[in-house]
């Protein structure tokens, strides 16, 4: 099978680092400039052909599943005024009927939890696996678009990564590398959330995964890791040696939304490259640092 047809996008995380939004929004609805974080997570997957949608949600995030219905009021009112550019806004990120499928999880017990609770819904074929709060940013070139064109050629599973700082290889899951062949890195092993003193690289895994269903079978087992939680991680790394395993360099920006800075930085990046409200932006915020505009 050369193709990914299916992605799970584990959404239940109570988001504590945006209190007090997040007492009423869900995290992954939070805008960067007009659109939530998911819309940005979905756009990705649709541009590399995803067509499914499984949202992995938690109590108190039916907010999440709402966003994807058809708004029938709001469509009548916009079309009495005549406002076509928003009616084109939300044609545009209208999915097929059925192409969203929620499932829960229960506890908070990890992202490998998390993942392994969409199983009966992805079944025995690779899927993809999308951190919303990972903003990836490619527009001509999504970074899932790039992994899906590259494990055409590999199989197996894939990781997307990028290089990080030293002293923030704590934070992520490292790749232990192998052979590289142009962005392309064999993947010998992985470690979530390493000590600086001992990660065996820094490059970090950020968010985006393409996996064999049979890392569903290794979650199963319920094993906890770091931090006492089921780690995607740890059952990524008993695939290797099995499977053909990658890491693929990302090419683009990455914006680290499940934090306040990294959520603010990519606000006012995205705005600047935006031709309506670019400009403003940059005239205040030159004024603003005393730089020229
Ligand atoms: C998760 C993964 C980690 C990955 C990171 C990317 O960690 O467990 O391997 O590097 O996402 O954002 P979390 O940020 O949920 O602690």
Redesign the pocket.
């Given at each position: 099978m050369n193709s990914v047809e299916i992605a799970v996008l584990p959404v239940g995380g109570l988001g504590t680092r945006f209190l007090p939004a997040t007492k009423s929004v869900a995290k992954e609805l939070l805008p960067v400039v007009d659109r939530p974080l998911l819309q940005y997570a979905v756009d990705e997957a649709r541009a590399a052909g995803i067509r499914q949608f499984v949202l992995v949600t938690a109590r108190g995030k039916a907010s999440l599943a709402d966003y994807f219905d058809v708004p029938g009021e709001l469509i009548r009112v916009l079309e009495e005024r005549g406002k076509s550019a928003e009616l084109e806004i939300l044609r545009a990120t209208q999915l097929d009927p059925g192409a969203v499928i929620t499932t829960r999880q229960q506890q908070p017990l990890g992202?490998g939890h998390a993942v392994w609770c969409a199983r009966h819904v992805v079944g025995r074929r690779p899927f993809a696996v999308l951190?919303p709060?990972?903003l990836l940013w490619n527009p001509s070139r999504p970074c899932l678009v790039q992994m899906v064109e590259a494990w055409r050629t590999t199989g197996g599973n894939m990781v997307a990564v990028m290089e990080v700082p030293l002293e923030h290889v704590n934070?992520?899951?490292i790749v232990d590398p192998g052979r590289a062949v142009g962005l392309l890195t064999e993947v010998r092993g992985l470690v979530?959330k390493p000590a600086v003193d001992q990660a065996p690289s820094r490059l970090?895994?950020?968010?985006r995964y393409i996996l064999q269903p049979e890392v569903m079978d290794v979650l199963a087992q319920g094993r906890r890791g770091a931090g006492g939680e089921v780690?995607?991680?740890d059952a990524m790394a008993e695939l290797i040696g099995r499977q053909p395993f990658h890491a693929l360099r990302f090419l683009g920006e990455r914006f680290d939304c499940?934090d306040k800075a990294g959520h603010v930085i990519a606000n006012v990046a995205l705005a600047l490259e935006r031709p309506d409200i670019g400009p403003a932006v940059r005239a205040w915020l030159a004024q603003r640092l005393g730089v020229p505009g």
């Open positions: 992202l951190l709060d990972e934070r992520y899951g979530e970090a895994v950020v968010g780690q995607l991680t499940g």
